[in-house]
């Protein structure tokens, strides 16, 4: 990247980019978590201590020496969204693409940049979007959550003018409920990988000019997601398919849930009450 502003403490990151990526995952959610010693601990608090010390925090290489994985061999979570420990101390958490990464999934975490800084050197002119969210409790979990009020429209299938969007860690860039996901992808040739964990789109160049563009709609502007951004190419014209179904009765059908760093070429800012979106600066 060429911009490096001065003083700001860093992490280097990798971005999810398909589902079930290996080892640890930012999100844009409110609790980070892993095991020590087999505790549970809110992994965004050892982080910070951390971060005081250095003027830079390798997340990869130092998470993965001090952490124990969990048992089911999940990873551990590190949150950077509203209402996070990270943004709480530092007031702001930028999540910066480096462009000249080979397959755009490393960069940055900047803390406590100033808004001017995002706007003017990390984001294509006029691309900025900003999401107003929520930070509460979740009711059956206590995990807090972030969440927005949104209008999805799903080209010539649905139009829905308010649905409450889950933000933070999921495996997919977008999770609908079973009626909304059929919608999406009726008559197109979709099949489960052997355990169930990925799903695939067969003759995916031809497939893609089938499937719908799926607007995001907010007051500050829409974040437009094509096809080529929820389908990511893999050998033999195959397809991994980045939208999720939830399972049944799990998810209404005016809730969605959406992993916002799942979308390439993108950057994002998080601060108390918001997050900001925009089209990553060439």
Not at 183 to 210: A, H, M, Y
């Amino acid at each position: 990247m060429d911009l490096q502003p001065s003083g700001a403490p860093t992490v280097n990151v990798t971005f999810p980019l398909s589902h079930h990526v290996a080892g640890h995952r930012i999100h844009l959610g409110a609790y980070g978590q892993s095991h020590v010693d087999g505790r549970e601990v809110n992994v965004s608090n050892l982080l910070v201590r951390g971060m005081n010390a250095l003027d830079e925090f390798d997340f990869n290489i130092n998470v993965q020496h001090h952490w124990v994985p969990t048992v089911d061999g999940s990873p551990n979570l590190l949150a950077v969204g509203p209402g996070s420990d990270l943004q709480r101390i530092y007031g702001s958490v930028d999540i910066i693409r480096d462009s000249a990464s080979a397959e755009n999934n490393l960069g940055l975490i900047y803390l406590g940049l100033s808004a001017e800084t995002f706007k003017l050197g990390m984001c294509e002119p006029d691309s900025l979007i900003t999401i107003s969210t929520q930070t509460g409790a979740a009711v059956s979990s206590y995990i807090p959550t972030v969440t927005t009020r949104l209008r999805l429209e799903i080209e010539g299938r649905i139009r829905m003018f308010s649905v409450e969007a889950i933000i933070g860690h999921a495996e997919s860039l977008l999770i609908f409920a079973d009626a909304i996901y059929s919608r999406v992808f009726q008559g197109l040739p979709v099949q489960n990988s052997t355990d169930s964990s990925v799903v695939w789109l067969n003759n995916c160049t031809e497939s893609r000019t089938r499937l719908p563009t799926i607007f995001l709609r907010v007051p500050s502007g829409e974040i437009r997601i094509v096809p080529e951004d929820y389908t990511r190419m893999a050998e033999g014209n195959v397809c991994e398919i980045l939208i999720g179904r939830a399972p049944q009765h799990t998810l209404s059908a005016f809730t969605i849930k959406m992993n916002l760093l799942m979308l390439e070429g993108v950057n994002i800012r998080t601060t108390a009450n918001e997050i900001h979106i925009c089209d990553s600066a060439s």
